[in-house]
């Protein structure tokens, strides 16, 4: 029976949040139930993630700033905050990818100074959600992929540790997401890969060996 890597994910998606959230002076909290923060997270990133199976709701919007604006990842997509004022914003799956599977592309480019991370930053669209101190976090690796010209056309963001990286904020300017895809898993093909992905970007995940590995659910009080 395989292993069920979705209390694993969540952690690794937890942690990645409170990284986001720190470089914006917001101190998180974790405990067994789930991560949030007290005031509200920066734009895409959830006030809470559930780390378990079963939390219940009012506790844990006890925790946040649960007016209109918040949001909670449901990282077993067994809540129903429906009663609390919010909506289902979307619904994905987690992924996951074992070590040991050969490169079939070139690894992806670390992005390592201010004026990189300033142009990733405007080819992604993230702008000033990303600060300097996500390059000086060991457990961080922002990555481009810069095409024959030396053009940035497209990255992604690695954070963990060397056994397990969470994969997060990829995004291509080409028409092959593949490719994005294959140089996450050769940049650390040694490592265990999670993450998740919405239908239709899921697709190119599991072209690159992925393997979903059961739903999630992003809840915003609106």
Request: hydrophobic share 40%.
């Amino acid at each position: 029976m395989l292993k069920d890597v979705r209390p694993a994910a969540a952690r690794n998606n937890a942690e990645w949040c409170d990284i986001v959230c720190g470089s914006h002076g917001l101190a998180g909290r974790t405990d067994a139930d789930a991560w949030s923060v007290p005031r509200r997270s920066p734009p895409w990133y959830p006030d809470a993630v559930t780390l378990r199976p079963g939390v219940d709701a009012e506790t844990l919007l006890g925790r946040i700033d649960a007016g209109p604006g918040a949001s909670v990842k449901d990282s077993f997509a067994d809540l129903d905050l429906s009663g609390y004022g919010f909506r289902v914003l979307f619904d994905a799956q987690w992924i996951h990818r074992s070590p040991a599977v050969p490169p079939v592309d070139a690894p992806l480019t670390p992005v390592g100074t201010p004026d990189e991370l300033a142009a990733w930053a405007a080819a992604h669209g993230g702008g000033a959600l990303f600060r300097l101190a996500l390059l000086a976090d060991p457990r961080v690796r922002v990555l481009a992929r810069y095409d024959d010209r030396g053009v940035l056309t497209g990255g992604a963001i690695l954070s963990g540790d060397g056994g397990r990286y969470g994969v997060s904020n990829l995004f291509t300017h080409t028409n092959d997401p593949l490719d994005i895809w294959h140089g996450i898993c050769a940049t650390v093909p040694a490592a265990q890969l999670v993450g998740y992905e919405s239908t239709p970007d899921l697709t190119p995940a599991l072209q690159a060996g992925f393997t979903p590995t059961g739903p999630l659910r992003v809840w915003l009080n609106t």
